[in-house]
């Protein structure tokens, strides 16, 4: 903008209209052209010498036919950018899909026991007799194993599996496998960090550890638990870089049962606190409450039949945010955005109801549809539902993007980069639900 001196001020008083249109003009030149305050001066030096030869009449109203033209082409290209920007915009959120093309197709050998999940941008084969890293077309490793009960996590690059109610955990990336680790007590439930540091929920006849190793076998925590003092931890999760941990805690309080979740911190922030437990939240009376993540390294997921949690993890203190549930949950799917919670509906045309919820706690989504769907999870800012032959893709906003019925039944289904990325963010941990990569029919 221009700054104006007295003796500016008074000649300009002489056309206060084309003063107010000659001073816009020059604001919004200024804005989109570097040089428009060196022209301006210009234009008042100019001024200032045929107000002396009493010619600057004639000289304004031409400066402002220049200036209205500049000031209209100006407002036309502003306004085909809105319109260019309004239709990408409507086109991107109400578009929908009404047929696909096969991009890629491989075939997988494996019966109907086989369980795929995702590993960075490629697939983990596993099932009953042994486990495999499918990349592309081809099996970069394999090996073969014995398990009544296989149960699997996945973070990064790393992957660990075990034979539930054993005591081995085996480590894998995208090499081979790692590591193993031996456990005194038989496993529960296991995760793992994007370090290949592995963490079990084991349990013994009296009591209940949480155990963390790291992949050469060595352990870096120990936790006891007693079903009678401090509670049976019914669920726990780590943080993805394995610094942090959530539990679940179901304890016995005057003869009735009583949640509580309480955090821990493994990193040197936490040496010093007792038992290393940094915050203890009760207060969900008997409301149990089974479903328990890390979302991110900074936010905890918590689902109880009536209630969800939102966790804020800081370096200093962590806060929680409760969502009331009147109806039965009957399934739920979350990410580092959004949880969302399926209930059933009344109209039978339109069997569920899906609420969804962001990271503050604020309800986004309410709506019903029209499938009959058994697995649904998110993949970014849309809601993947199959069952059978059939899947439906929501936008978050509501509206359907796609809905078609395969020729083959679905195993899996997993969002795909068709250019490759590595890391792409697609599936990154299992926190992020059960998103799997494209489509797998028998």
Not at 162 to 175: C, M, P, R, S, V
Not at 310 to 330: F, L, M, R, W
């Amino acid at each position: 903008m221009i700054t104006q001196s007295r003796k500016d001020k008074k000649y300009y008083c002489l056309n206060k209209k084309m003063v107010s249109l000659f001073s816009r003009y020059c604001i919004i030149f200024n804005r989109f052209n570097k040089g428009s305050e060196i022209v301006a001066n210009k234009y008042i030096r100019k001024f200032r010498r045929l107000k002396k030869e009493g010619q600057n009449s004639t000289y304004m109203k031409n400066t402002k036919k220049v200036f209205e033209k500049r000031a209209v082409k100006l407002g036309i290209i502003v306004a085909v950018i809105l319109i260019i920007v309004g239709a990408l915009f409507f086109y991107k959120k109400y578009h929908k899909y009404t047929t696909y093309r096969v991009i890629e197709s491989t075939n997988i050998k494996g019966g109907a026991s086989s369980k795929y999940i995702p590993f960075g941008d490629y697939v983990i084969k596993y099932s009953y007799d042994g486990i495999a890293y499918i990349k592309d077309k081809e099996t970069v490793w394999e090996e073969a194993y014995e398990m009544k009960q296989p149960i699997i996590d996945v973070c990064d690059d790393y992957v660990a599996i075990a034979d539930k109610n054993t005591n081995d955990i085996f480590i894998y990336n995208d090499k081979g496998r790692q590591g193993q680790v031996s456990v005194s007590y038989p496993i529960v439930k296991l995760e793992v960090a994007k370090q290949g540091v592995v963490a079990a929920l084991l349990e013994d006849k009296t009591s209940n550890y949480i155990e963390v190793y790291d992949k050469e076998g060595k352990q870096l925590v120990s936790h006891k638990s007693i079903i009678d003092e401090n509670g049976y931890p019914i669920n726990f999760s780590m943080s993805d870089d394995g610094e942090r941990m959530a539990v679940s805690y179901l304890t016995v309080k005057n003869g009735s049962f009583e949640n509580k979740i309480q955090f821990y911190d493994f990193s040197n922030s936490g040496k010093n606190i007792e038992n290393r437990m940094v915050k203890e939240f009760s207060g969900y009376g008997e409301t149990i409450v089974p479903t328990i993540s890390y979302v991110s390294n900074s936010q905890v997921v918590a689902i109880g039949e009536d209630i969800v949690s939102i966790y804020k993890v800081g370096n200093k203190d962590i806060t929680k945010k409760d969502i009331k549930i009147k109806e039965e949950i009957q399934k739920v799917f979350y990410n580092d955005k959004y949880v969302g919670l399926v209930f059933k509906n009344a109209s039978t045309d339109r069997p569920y109801r899906i609420e969804v919820y962001n990271s503050s706690g604020s309800q986004i989504l309410n709506s019903t549809v029209d499938m009959d769907f058994e697995n649904v999870t998110f993949a970014g800012d849309n809601i993947l539902m199959y069952s059978d032959m059939r899947c439906e893709i929501l936008s978050i906003k509501g509206v359907k993007k796609f809905q078609t019925n395969f020729k083959g039944q679905i195993y899996g289904l997993m969002p795909y980069d068709i250019n490759r990325k590595p890391r792409s963010g697609l599936a990154k941990c299992r926190r992020y639900g059960t998103i799997k990569r494209g489509f797998m029919l028998k």
